[in-house]
């Protein structure tokens, strides 16, 4: 029997923290229905709605993600929302559509649409970019639409395929991984309050990797788990591959470990891969 992606970095231990990928703002696009591979090309989207859209995501600096409700199709108008999760600022704009062509010109150097500071819960479920993303996000999704079903979104790829479950919090951008399904309303809760579930998180997507790895040993050390704990303060590279981290109420420095794994990191690679995670120094 093939080992997938997930079942392998289980098995080695591959290290959740400092693993989400760098990502400051979001457009997320209501698209129902199958999403191939390539989800732009096999999203059922117009070529040239497709074009506009990412070159109106590129000029502005924000990661487009395709997004649908669990396991239903809902009829009437989709919607479409810019997510900014840089520090202070967090929150969404929400807008609605009728024709992918209202896409075509969509001023994202603007703030657009109804504001607000709900959260969103996306769960990837991209089957087509890699088979546990579909075995494991799909149940986690369903759990969660039960609880927050306003809330709860399947997206598609957002990095990390072998953490699968993933799960992203909007607006702060918090990435959790290997989140089982009776976990993601645990997750929720805890960030309805404030606070991180610290045993699954990846890390928050506006810092870099050595700032989340120092934030995390950190916190760990603190048992401390709000939201906003442990600002970065400075990070500056003090030799090669190694990091010092200053954080408002504590200094570390944090080394990162590349290592190659015995397996292919995702269920679609040809070959095994480099992976990378930070110790203390």
Do not use: K
Request: with cysteine.
């Amino acid at each position: 029997m093939v080992e997938r992606c997930a079942e392998a970095r289980a098995r080695r231990g591959d290290p959740l923290p400092a693993s989400a990928p760098p990502v400051a703002r979001w457009l997320l696009i209501e698209q129902p229905g199958p999403w191939g591979a390539d989800p732009w090309r096999d999203s059922r989207l117009p070529a040239s709605v497709v074009a506009s859209v990412a070159a109106q995501a590129a000029a502005a600096r924000v990661r487009v993600l395709l997004i649908r409700r669990p396991g239903r199709a809902v009829p009437g108008p989709r919607r479409w929302a810019l997510v900014n999760s840089r520090p202070g600022v967090e929150g969404s704009w929400w807008s609605e559509f009728t024709d992918p062509d209202e896409l075509m010109d969509l001023r994202l150097d603007a703030d657009r649409g109804a504001p607000s500071r709900a959260p969103v819960y996306l769960v990837c479920a991209h089957a087509r970019h890699d088979a546990c993303c579909a075995l494991l996000g799909r149940p986690l999704a369903a759990a969660l639409a039960v609880e927050r079903p306003e809330a709860t979104w399947e997206c598609t790829h957002v990095g990390g395929d072998r953490f699968a479950g993933n799960l992203v919090v909007l607006p702060h951008g918090l990435y959790y991984g290997q989140v089982a399904p009776e976990r993601g309303l645990d997750i929720a809760t805890r960030y309805e309050q404030g606070h991180l579930e610290l045993p699954l998180l990846r890390g928050r997507s506006v810092f870099s990797a050595p700032v989340q790895a120092a934030q995390q040993f950190v916190r760990e050390d603190a048992g401390e788990t709000g939201i906003d704990s442990f600002p970065p303060l400075s990070v500056r590279e003090v030799e090669d591959q190694l990091w010092e981290v200053a954080l408002a109420g504590a200094l570390i420095r944090v080394r990162a470990v590349n290592r190659r794994s015995d397996t292919p990191l995702t269920c679609s690679a040809p070959a095994p891969g480099l992976f990378r995670y930070f110790v203390r120094a």
